[in-house]
């Protein structure tokens, strides 16, 4: 079984760590924008027991806030930020992922339609498809 990751914002970077036996955290590594004038927010992280990884976070881009995924596959490494909510309009918060046994995840989200109003979105992440969107709720 893989040792805990941690991730957090810092310095306007998206950074992880894993946990390594009772010695803290290991060396960080950036896996957003090296990018202080954009902050990230709303971060979320899900782990397999076999290293497999997946972290969200929204940041300000082209004036919105977008929904940003990068993966982390065992004995590969992590993967290039991609936007995941890039088929719809309104800003983006409020991110949530799980990740099962097989390193399949799923990502919920907020979105800004105007007028005050949200609907719920998702991501599913399986181990050998790209993620597609879907609204989940009204």
Known sequence: SQEPMV????GG???V???GAGSGANDALSIGFNDSAVEPGGLALSQDADGNAIAL???TLNGRSTLFANRLRAGIGWSVPEPIDRTVAGGS???SVGMDARGNAVAVWHQFIGNSLTNA???VFTEIEDPTSARVGR
Do not use: D
């Not at 991730?7 to 810092?10: G, K, N, R």
């Open 17 to 19: 760590s894993q946990m």
């Open 7 to 10: 991730s957090w914002v810092q």
């Open 57 to 59: 976070w929204a940041q």
């Open 93 to 95: 918060f409020t991110p």
């Open 13 to 15: 970077k998206v950074l």
């Open 121 to 123: 979105w998702g991501n």
